[in-house]
């Protein structure tokens, strides 16, 4: 079955106090209760922001060089996301709706290439 990610960007989304961003996760509880009861959803992560980078990497000369900063300068950063496997567009189309309408930002639909690897699948095939 396919597998989508559903985003936001952080740059979508105005400034929210602690309270508003306690009562958006109430509003989405229930659509996340929803992707688990229906089996849809693989893995769900809000919690991202310009605060949350650790570091950013890239290779020179064969070798991984990490930098704490300055990060690449860019006008949209990930602010969260679920990952769910779903038969078809359509219905990543709808989870997407649910999450825009209960979050009241946007909400952008990636369908995947291919099946990814999870951990219990990746660990099952060494």
């Known amino acids: 079955m396919p597998e989508y990610l559903i985003t936001f960007n952080d740059e979508w989304v105005p400034h ?48 991984a060089v990490f930098t704490d900063g300055p990060f690449v300068e860019t006008k949209e950063h990930l ?9 078809d567009d359509a219905t990543a189309r709808y989870w997407a709706g649910r999450l ?7 909400q952008e639909v990636h369908r995947f290439r291919g099946p990814g690897a999870d951990r219990a699948g990746y660990l099952g095939k060494q």
Do not use: Y
């Open 16 to 63: 929210h106090t602690e309270e508003q961003i306690r009562a958006k996760s109430e509003a989405v509880r229930p659509v996340i209760d929803e992707m688990l009861a229906e089996g849809v959803l693989i893995f769900s992560n809000g919690g991202l922001d310009r605060d949350t980078t650790l570091c950013s990497v890239e290779t020179v000369d064969g070798k």
């Open 79 to 87: 602010g969260g996301f679920a990952a769910v496997e779903v038969p």
């Open 100 to 106: 825009a309408t209960a979050l009241d930002w946007p």
